[in-house]
């Protein structure tokens, strides 16, 4: 489990989209917003192909660190 206290994001890989077809790509990176009442719930908030945070299922994703220059790019 990820201490999300720590960072105030990170980022995850989505390794299937099973349901969400056309909310997430399999393989995309995708920024997670740290939410503690979600991760009791095995979800992580996640901005999505729409642009906003939705909650899904944590099975979903592998968090990755990402090099700081990298983390900086992605964030635009």
Request: with cysteine; glycine share 4%; hydrophobic share 40%.
């Amino acid at each position: 489990m990820i201490n999300t206290k720590i960072k105030e994001h990170f980022f995850a890989v989505c390794i299937q989209n099973d349901g969400f077809p056309a909310s997430l790509e399999k393989m995309k990176i995708y920024e997670i917003i740290p939410d503690e009442i979600a991760r009791k719930h095995n979800q992580y908030r996640v901005v999505d192909e729409s642009g906003e945070d939705y909650l899904y299922p944590d099975e979903l994703f592998v968090v990755i660190d990402l090099p700081e220059a990298v983390e900086k790019a992605v964030q635009g």
